[in-house]
């Protein structure tokens, strides 16, 4: 079966992951280079290198070994908000599934839109409403939440693609 578009998205956000841990590079503890290479969350308390009890680990490797490290201490090591980015990274991948079922509608209006199913209909979208539509599907596919404007847009037309399928299915029945 080929992807669908919401896995489209899914894996479109994760090679972010490695393409950010790249872009860290190296950094020095104690006179050693190391590099991140793992980041994941442990369900029980862990420890940082440092002593603190950690739950968010970055695994940080060097030449000769691997250290665990908290997300306080990452921060300082590298100089960089490597927290902060992993946060929001989270947050988006959150909003993604959250988002799955909205995703997979939107696409699929468009789908029926562009091969001229919704015409059978007599339901047109206007360019503007699919330029607007093909925005709100890359906004919850790079993992943030529509906004109401576009929620109600979605809406509109759904109601109305309900409404003509049902006019279509009494005239069967008539
Ligand atoms: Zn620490």
């Given at each position: ?14 090679v ?26 442990v ?7 440092c ?17 665990k ?9 590298t ?5 902060r ?13 959250a ?6 509608s ?6 029926k839109r ?24 890359n ?7 529509p906004i109401?404007?576009?929620?109600d847009?979605y ?5 109305k ?14």
């Amino acid at each position: 079966m080929s992807e669908t578009f919401y896995e489209t998205c899914l894996k479109n956000l994760s090679v972010c992951v490695p393409e950010y841990i790249k872009k860290v590079g190296t950094f020095q503890i104690e006179n050693e280079g190391f590099k991140l290479t793992n980041h994941y969350f442990v369900q029980h308390f862990d420890r940082c290198f440092c002593g603190h009890r950690i739950k968010e680990v970055f695994e940080v490797t060097s030449a000769t070994k691997t250290l665990k490290v908290g997300n306080c201490c990452i921060n300082k090591i590298t100089n960089q908000k490597i927290a902060r980015w992993f946060k929001d990274y989270e947050r988006k991948k959150r909003n993604l599934e959250a988002n799955k079922d909205l995703i997979t509608s939107v696409h699929y209006m468009l789908q029926k839109r562009q091969d001229g199913t919704l015409a059978e209909y007599d339901i047109y979208i206007s360019p503007r409403g699919v330029e607007r539509l093909d925005k709100t599907l890359n906004r919850m596919c790079r993992g943030l939440n529509p906004i109401q404007e576009q929620v109600d847009l979605y809406n509109n037309y759904r109601d109305k693609i309900i409404s003509a399928y049902e006019r279509c299915q009494k005239s069967i029945g008539e």
